[in-house]
């Protein structure tokens, strides 16, 4: 079955290049035919291929030969077309075709990054070389398709489409100047704006002004798709400045000369609405470019409608009339460029001028009147619909995807469910999507509430059985998005026991098609493999692995259920927490070696970095003797094929800083090896160190926490001292600019375990000096724990000579202020009662003694995690 995919997936592509061939064959043809003269072209999609001319003529066989310029030379081909108006048409389809062709091979050429050629218009088509030069350089009459080249393109074609509409009178327009033309004003055509033209035996009337702004639109829309801003703008700026105002000026002329004023007021608006089309797509390049300063001249340009209109070109009392596609574009890079609550805010402002403009000039069943302009009945563009609401719901829910403050999140989930409402209220001819329903879901789950989130499907599906969308097909139905929010919500439900939740999404999963017409995917499946492996119960690993062999059978078949690393991620971490199988490491890696076979086969992703660390941690916790070393073998591995991170290395570092004793016998299975780690983190910085915030290896807070651990859990010598270096060295990192590194309160405390555990008696002084600098320098940090202080106890009952006085007068004050700060907890009372003397001990907390033990006041221990 996999050869036979392959050879499926071999005949598509060669079906694709075939299709390219054909497209290109055509472009070639329909652009020389257009032109008239020589041209050479170069067709280059995104990965840089070439597509050569099927048709060549005998004066490029040298071309031909020149392995660095596989160009294709088209002679002049006579124009098929034997009408005006017939070329035009031609040369739009192309201009368009273009356009698309852009959108499926351009590269993304905006102002601030382009990896294509920019070239100056002046000399875009400069034939001074008939040679083809490298990829990164214009020559000659090469026309390379990239997104900015192929955009030239179309300039040309529609100069060329200018001078024809101009017919045989005085030519205005050339390369985009007025030089031509004496007084600067571009009013070259004369006589009126309607031609007569012959098609077929029959007369028709062709609105050439009309025509001619829907061709700078066209080249509008190109440079638009290829994300360049200036070039879409620049075309805007020479219809706006250039050549609408002598035109609307003819139209203005021709009131009274023929035909009535309503017919007259019907010819502006047409020009007024391809002018509103000029706006929209230079918006379209501005929201494409995904730019937050594109985004502000987008909404200026929104103003700039909304505000002036008509008057930039002289119609003062004909108002442009801003169409909902416009208004959504704007909408969409309110959602999406750089998502903040400002955005959303003014997305919900568009909202409100949107919904007050159709309230107040539209009527049911009748033609909108908008600022007494008197639209065609049914026109629908001028008011909100679903997807208006949808990006509105959506800027809100993503306003605050960065913020870490409930308070923002809950604001922003309320706005979109009051938009939502304010949707199904208002307008019962509007239908929200599952797009819209999950965007509320999904914020409501980043707080938590599953109740409201699982409020918001059953809407949708409530929805859905009332037919909310009439005969259009498009009611709200949950898709399989809306269906994995669901199981989510119900995985995490805190009202319910976890085993609970696990038996609600296992019944949700067997009867999602009876019930939704949703087909479980790989991320159904996912979710409740992870909730097994959260769930603690002792077949959770049993239940994870079964699932996960079911979707590895299935996806032989139905690749929607292949597993991915989520998968086998989740199901080793449920290995891992098994914790009474004693070969659970084994396991882990029976399930890591099944993965590889799979995808051998095609059938599943390469193992990911999280699922190499899931193994590594499995093999490391688990009681097998020799686990270390296979975490060894396969983090050599996991290096060795770049997707080491500092997870990995920190995972490697804590099997390198335990010490394990077998349950069975009591023999070692672990030990720390603390020069191992430290090695690691040595590495760790020097990635760092040379390659900043780009490294995927950082060291953190863990990385170096775990290194002293290791000192501390080990029989190395001066290991106090060790441990206080490691410590400097990440404050260091961290006042270095290493915000990861920022130390808190363990990596103190372990500073003073390892001082605790100093055994020799030549190093105890240096112990206890290390450890009482250590307890000063923490409260310049962080705040001491109840850890801190019964391990610093423990530390001055094995470091000082059990009858010294300076002993009591360090026990006593440690104590003190301990009391002070609310972390007296059982760990500091259990030492204070194996360091201090009776007396002391009396002294201290003689008063609180019951039969029933110590009951020390609140006070005391106010602040106890």
Same mark, same amino acid.
């Given at each position: 079955s996999?050869?036979?995919?392959?050879?499926?997936?071999?005949?598509?592509? !060669?079906?694709?290049?075939?299709?390219?061939?054909?497209?290109?064959?055509?472009?070639? !043809?329909?652009?020389?035919?257009?032109?008239?003269?020589?041209? $050479?072209?170069?067709?280059?999609?995104?990965?840089?291929?070439?597509?050569?001319?099927?048709?060549?003529?005998?004066?490029?066989?040298?071309?031909?030969? &020149?392995?660095?310029?596989?160009?294709?030379?088209?002679?002049?081909?006579?124009?098929?077309?034997?009408?005006?108006?017939?070329?035009?048409?031609?040369?739009?389809?192309?201009?368009?075709?273009?356009?698309?062709?852009?959108?499926?091979?351009?590269?993304?050429?905006?102002s601030?990054?382009?990896s294509?050629?920019?070239?100056?218009d002046?000399?875009?088509?400069?034939?001074?070389?008939?040679?083809?030069?490298?990829?990164?350089?214009y020559?000659?009459?090469?026309?390379?398709?990239?997104?900015?080249?192929?955009?030239?393109?179309?300039?040309?074609?529609?100069?060329?489409?200018?001078?024809?509409?101009?017919g045989?009178?005085?030519?205005?327009?050339? %390369?985009?100047?007025?030089?031509?033309?004496?007084?600067?004003?571009?009013?070259?055509?004369?006589?009126?704006?309607?031609?007569?033209?012959?098609?077929? %035996?029959?007369?028709?009337?062709?609105?050439?002004?009309?025509?001619?702004?829907?061709?700078?639109?066209?080249?509008?829309? /190109?440079?638009?798709?290829?994300?360049?801003?200036?070039?879409?703008?620049?075309?805007?700026?020479l219809?706006?400045? #250039?050549?609408?105002?002598?035109?609307? #000026?003819?139209?203005?002329?021709?009131?009274?000369?023929?035909?009535s004023?309503?017919?007259? #007021?019907?010819?502006?608006?047409?020009?007024?609405?391809?002018?509103?089309?000029?706006?929209?797509?230079?918006?379209?390049?501005?929201? +494409?470019?995904r730019?937050?300063?594109?985004?502000?001249?987008?909404?200026?340009?929104?103003?700039?409608?909304?505000?002036?209109?008509?008057?930039?070109?002289?119609?003062?009392?004909?108002?442009?009339?801003?169409?909902? !596609?416009?208004y959504?574009?704007?909408?969409?890079?309110?959602?999406?460029?750089?998502?903040?609550?400002?955005?959303?805010?003014? /997305?919900?402002?568009?909202?409100?001028?949107m919904?007050?403009?159709?309230?107040?000039?539209?009527?049911?069943?009748?033609g909108?009147?908008? /600022?007494?302009?008197c639209?065609?009945?049914? &026109?629908?563009?001028?008011?909100?619909?679903?997807?208006?609401?949808r990006?509105?719901i959506?800027?809100? $829910?993503?306003?605050?995807?960065?913020?870490?403050?409930?308070?923002?999140?809950?604001?922003?989930?309320?706005?979109?469910?009051?938009?939502?409402?304010?949707?199904?209220?208002?307008?019962?001819?509007?239908?929200?999507?599952? @797009?819209t329903?999950?965007? =509320?879901?999904?914020i409501?789950?980043?707080?938590?509430?599953?109740?409201?989130?699982?409020?918001?499907?059953?809407?949708?599906?409530?929805?859905?059985?009332?037919?909310?969308?009439?005969?259009?097909?498009n009611?709200?139905?949950?898709d399989?998005?809306?269906?994995?929010?669901?199981?989510?919500?119900? !995985?995490?439900?805190?009202?319910? @026991?976890?085993?609970?939740?696990?038996?609600?999404v296992?019944e949700?999963?067997? $009867?999602?098609?009876? +019930?939704?017409?949703?087909?479980?995917?790989?991320? @159904?499946?996912?979710?409740?493999?992870?909730a097994y492996?959260?769930?603690?119960?002792?077949?959770?690993?049993?239940?994870?692995?079964?699932?996960?062999?079911?979707?590895?059978?299935?996806?032989?078949?139905?690749?929607?259920?292949?597993?991915?690393?989520?998968?086998? $991620?989740?199901?080793?971490?449920a290995i891992?927490?098994? +914790?009474?199988?004693?070969?659970?490491?084994?396991?882990?890696?029976?399930?890591?070696?099944r993965?590889?076979?799979?995808?051998?086969?095609?059938?599943?992703?390469?193992?990911?970095?999280?699922?190499?660390?899931?193994?590594?941690?499995?093999? =490391?916790?688990?009681?097998?003797?020799?686990?270390?070393?296979?975490?060894?073998?396969?983090?050599?591995?996991?290096?060795?094929?770049?997707?080491?991170?500092?997870?990995?290395?920190?995972?490697?570092?804590?099997?390198?800083?335990?010490?394990?004793?077998?349950?069975?016998?009591?023999?070692?299975?672990?030990?720390?090896?603390?020069?191992?780690?430290?090695?690691?983190l040595?590495?760790?910085e020097?990635?760092y160190?040379?390659?900043?915030?780009?490294?995927?290896?950082?060291?953190?807070?863990?990385?170096?926490?775990t290194?002293?651990?290791?000192?501390?859990?080990?029989?190395?010598?001066r290991?106090?001292?060790?441990?206080?270096?490691?410590?400097?060295?990440?404050?260091?990192?961290?006042g270095?600019?290493?915000?990861?590194?920022?130390?808190?309160?363990?990596?103190?405390?372990?500073?003073?375990?390892?001082?605790?555990?100093?055994?020799?008696?030549?190093?105890?002084l240096?112990?206890?000096? =290390?450890?009482?600098?250590?307890?000063?320098?923490?409260?310049?940090?962080?705040?001491?724990?109840?850890?801190?202080?019964?391990?610093?106890?423990?530390?001055?009952?094995?470091?000082?000579?059990?009858?010294?006085?300076?002993?009591?007068?360090?026990?006593?004050?440690?104590?003190d202020?301990?009391?002070?700060?609310?972390?007296?907890?059982?760990?500091?009372?259990?030492?204070?009662?194996?360091?201090?003397?009776?007396?002391?001990?009396e002294?201290?907390?003689?008063?609180?003694?019951?039969?029933?033990?110590?009951?020390?006041p609140? #006070?005391?221990?106010?602040?106890?995690?």
């Amino acid at each position: 079955s996999s050869s036979s995919s392959r050879r499926t997936t071999t005949l598509r592509t !060669q079906s694709r290049e075939d299709e390219e061939g054909q497209v290109h064959g055509w472009l070639l !043809q329909s652009t020389s035919s257009i032109l008239g003269d020589e041209v $050479t072209l170069n067709l280059i999609n995104n990965d840089h291929e070439r597509y050569e001319s099927y048709i060549v003529t005998d004066d490029a066989a040298d071309a031909e030969d &020149d392995d660095d310029c596989n160009c294709g030379k088209i002679s002049t081909v006579s124009s098929f077309a034997r009408t005006d108006e017939e070329y035009i048409l031609h040369a739009e389809s192309v201009m368009r075709a273009y356009g698309q062709w852009i959108a499926r091979h351009g590269k993304s050429s905006s102002s601030s990054s382009s990896s294509s050629p920019r070239l100056n218009d002046d000399d875009a088509f400069d034939n001074d070389d008939d040679n083809c030069g490298d990829d990164d350089s214009y020559c000659g009459t090469t026309l390379r398709c990239s997104a900015i080249n192929a955009a030239k393109i179309v300039d040309m074609i529609l100069t060329r489409s200018l001078e024809v509409i101009d017919g045989n009178r005085q030519r205005i327009i050339r %390369g985009y100047n007025t030089s031509d033309d004496d007084d600067g004003d571009c009013d070259g055509v004369k006589g009126g704006s309607t031609i007569t033209t012959t098609t077929g %035996g029959s007369a028709r009337v062709v609105d050439w002004d009309a025509k001619l702004i829907e061709l700078i639109n066209v080249a509008i829309d /190109a440079w638009a798709t290829g994300k360049n801003v200036e070039g879409a703008e620049r075309r805007f700026l020479l219809l706006q400045q #250039q050549i609408l105002p002598p035109l609307m #000026q003819r139209v203005k002329g021709d009131e009274g000369s023929s035909g009535s004023g309503q017919q007259q #007021q019907q010819r502006q608006h047409v020009l007024l609405k391809l002018y509103e089309e000029s706006y929209r797509g230079v918006i379209r390049a501005c929201i +494409r470019s995904r730019e937050r300063k594109y985004l502000t001249r987008a909404i200026e340009l929104l103003e700039d409608m909304q505000q002036r209109g008509g008057r930039i070109i002289g119609l003062a009392r004909c108002p442009i009339i801003i169409t909902t !596609q416009t208004y959504n574009l704007v909408l969409y890079g309110l959602a999406n460029c750089d998502p903040c609550v400002e955005n959303a805010r003014r /997305a919900e402002s568009i909202l409100d001028e949107m919904t007050t403009s159709i309230m107040e000039h539209c009527r049911p069943n009748e033609g909108a009147v908008v /600022a007494g302009r008197c639209y065609p009945e049914g &026109d629908t563009t001028i008011g909100p619909d679903s997807n208006t609401f949808r990006q509105v719901i959506t800027a809100w $829910t993503k306003s605050c995807h960065r913020s870490g403050n409930n308070n923002d999140v809950a604001i922003a989930a309320a706005k979109a469910r009051r938009i939502l409402d304010r949707m199904l209220s208002d307008f019962p001819s509007l239908y929200p999507d599952a @797009s819209t329903f999950n965007a =509320i879901m999904t914020i409501y789950l980043k707080l938590g509430k599953t109740d409201e989130a699982l409020a918001v499907f059953d809407l949708m599906n409530t929805l859905h059985a009332s037919g909310r969308g009439g005969d259009s097909g498009n009611t709200a139905v949950p898709d399989t998005y809306s269906f994995n929010l669901m199981l989510r919500a119900i !995985q995490i439900h805190a009202h319910r @026991s976890r085993e609970e939740n696990i038996e609600a999404v296992e019944e949700l999963i067997e $009867t999602s098609r009876e +019930r939704y017409q949703v087909r479980p995917d790989v991320n @159904s499946y996912n979710i409740l493999i992870d909730a097994y492996a959260k769930s603690r119960l002792e077949d959770a690993a049993n239940r994870a692995e079964v699932l996960l062999g079911y979707m590895e059978r299935r996806c032989r078949h139905d690749r929607t259920v292949a597993p991915d690393g989520y998968s086998y $991620t989740s199901t080793i971490h449920a290995i891992e927490r098994s +914790r009474h199988h004693e070969a659970r490491g084994a396991w882990a890696e029976g399930v890591f070696r099944r993965m590889e076979g799979l995808h051998s086969e095609g059938l599943v992703e390469a193992p990911t970095t999280p699922v190499y660390n899931a193994l590594m941690n499995c093999l =490391i916790t688990s009681e097998e003797r020799g686990s270390v070393e296979r975490a060894e073998a396969l983090f050599s591995e996991t290096a060795e094929a770049g997707l080491a991170n500092t997870r990995t290395y920190n995972t490697m570092m804590k099997g390198y800083s335990m010490f394990r004793r077998s349950r069975i016998d009591g023999s070692i299975i672990a030990y720390s090896r603390p020069r191992k780690a430290e090695k690691l983190l040595d590495e760790m910085e020097l990635s760092y160190y040379s390659k900043g915030l780009a490294s995927p290896i950082i060291p953190d807070k863990y990385s170096y926490t775990t290194v002293i651990s290791a000192y501390g859990r080990s029989n190395a010598t001066r290991k106090a001292a060790k441990s206080l270096m490691i410590l400097h060295r990440m404050l260091e990192s961290y006042g270095e600019g290493n915000s990861a590194a920022r130390a808190g309160t363990y990596a103190f405390n372990a500073v003073l375990n390892a001082c605790a555990h100093t055994r020799h008696p030549d190093e105890r002084l240096e112990a206890f000096t =290390i450890l009482c600098s250590t307890l000063i320098l923490l409260k310049d940090w962080a705040k001491p724990d109840h850890t801190t202080y019964g391990t610093f106890l423990q530390a001055c009952a094995r470091l000082l000579p059990r009858d010294e006085a300076r002993k009591w007068r360090v026990v006593e004050a440690v104590f003190d202020s301990c009391t002070k700060e609310g972390q007296c907890g059982d760990l500091v009372l259990k030492e204070l009662k194996g360091v201090a003397s009776p007396e002391l001990y009396e002294a201290l907390v003689g008063r609180f003694l019951t039969e029933d033990g110590l009951d020390i006041p609140l #006070q005391w221990r106010r602040n106890v995690a």
